[in-house]
């Protein structure tokens, strides 16, 4: 009996040691999926940033191009200053396009990195519980049982 009561033991014991790596190597996993969830969000302010400063500059040159076109007593014409206003309202319009598809690529990536922080710090926790009951709950219970002098009948 007390052969089987330390094969249960050291196997307690192997089991605690495999949940404590399990769970420091969770946690450095939160630390970098936290980093990377930062990062993202620098990268998502710098964007938005970046899209307010592109949408201020298509209002000024499309507001260029009307006035350009509202001018009274002068031929509407096509000359080098108007191609010039065309294509730079175009080249705005295709980096805000390209600019939006960054700003949701990144804000996929901020959520996808939410979810995960959400699924590791559960997984932690699951794991500290079970750390709680075996190391602390379950070895100590252990600790009580008989002696292999009290198993064998010499008390």
């Known amino acids: 009996m007390r ?8 196997a307690l014991t192997d089991n605690v040691n495999v949940t ?9 996993e939160l630390v970098n ?10 990268l998502i302010e710098e964007l938005r940033g970046a899209n307010r400063g592109l949408e201020e500059a298509m209002k000024v040159a499309q507001t260029r191009l009307d006035i350009r076109h509202e001018r009274r007593n002068v031929e509407n014409c096509r000359d080098i200053p108007q191609y010039g206003l065309i294509e730079e309202v175009k080249i705005i319009g295709e980096n805000l396009t390209s600019m939006a598809g960054q700003l949701r690529q990144a804000e996929e990536t ?3 990195l939410v979810k995960s922080r959400g699924d590791l710090e559960r997984e932690i926790m699951v794991k500290r519980k079970t750390l709680y009951i075996d190391r602390d709950r379950g070895q100590l219970l252990r600790s009580f049982y008989p002696s ?5 009948g010499h008390v």
Do not use: M, P, R, Y
């Not at 052969?3 to 050291?10: F, I, P, S, Y």
């Not at 404590?20 to 450095?28: G, M, N, R, S, T």
């Open 3 to 10: 052969q089987q009561a330390t094969e249960v033991d050291l």
């Open 110 to 112: 901020q959520a996808g």
């Open 33 to 42: 999926c936290l980093n990377q969830l930062s990062d993202t969000e620098k």
């Open 148 to 152: 292999a002098e009290a198993l064998s």
């Open 20 to 28: 404590e790596q399990v769970c420091q190597a969770l946690e450095k």
